[in-house]
C-alpha cells in the first residue's frame, strides 16, 4: 500500500497516511477563505486509522462549535480540519501533500457561497452547501 506525505511551509509539521483517499473537493466556504486567505481551497478526506503526524504536532484552533482547524505553530501553514460531524476522518489540504500534482478533485462545495469574481471553468458537479 502506498504512502503519502505531506508537510508545512518550514517543514516542522509532517503527516503521511496509507491507502486512497476518502474524497477530494474544493470548499469554497467564508471559512475556508479566511482561514487560507484564498478564493478557494482544495481538500481531500482520508480515515483517521490511515493517518498520523510524523513530526511537529500542530496547534489547534476550535473555528466553530464542532470545528477544529489545525496549523503549524512555527510557520502558520493551515493543515487539517476535524468536524464531530466527521467523526472518522480528517480533512487536508491537498497543496500540503509532497507531491500535489496526482491531486484531481471531483467536486465544488459551498459553491452558494462562492467569491463572484471568481471564474470556474471546469464541469465539476457543484453543491450550492455541504454535500447536497
Do not use: Q
Not at 44 to 71: C, D, E, I, L, M
Not at 78 to 102: G, K, N, Q, T, V
Request: contains cysteine.
Amino acid at each position: 500500500m502506498s504512502v503519502k506525505k505531506g508537510r508545512c511551509l518550514c517543514g516542522e509539521v509532517t503527516y503521511e497516511f496509507s491507502g486512497p483517499e476518502n474524497w477530494r473537493g474544493y470548499c469554497h466556504c467564508e471559512s475556508c477563505r479566511r482561514n487560507t486567505g484564498a478564493p478557494v481551497v482544495a481538500w481531500f478526506g482520508v480515515p483517521y486509522a490511515a493517518f498520523r503526524y510524523t513530526g511537529k504536532a500542530p496547534k489547534v484552533y476550535v473555528s466553530s462549535r464542532g470545528a477544529r482547524r489545525s496549523f503549524c505553530p512555527t510557520c502558520g501553514t493551515p493543515m487539517a480540519f476535524e468536524h464531530e460531524r466527521y467523526p472518522s476522518e480528517i480533512h487536508l489540504y491537498a497543496c500540503s501533500l509532497e507531491d500535489p500534482s496526482a491531486y484531481a478533485p471531483t467536486f465544488h462545495v459551498h459553491y452558494a457561497e462562492k467569491v463572484p469574481w471568481m471564474e470556474i471553468a471546469d464541469d465539476l458537479k457543484r453543491f450550492p452547501h455541504r454535500g447536497s
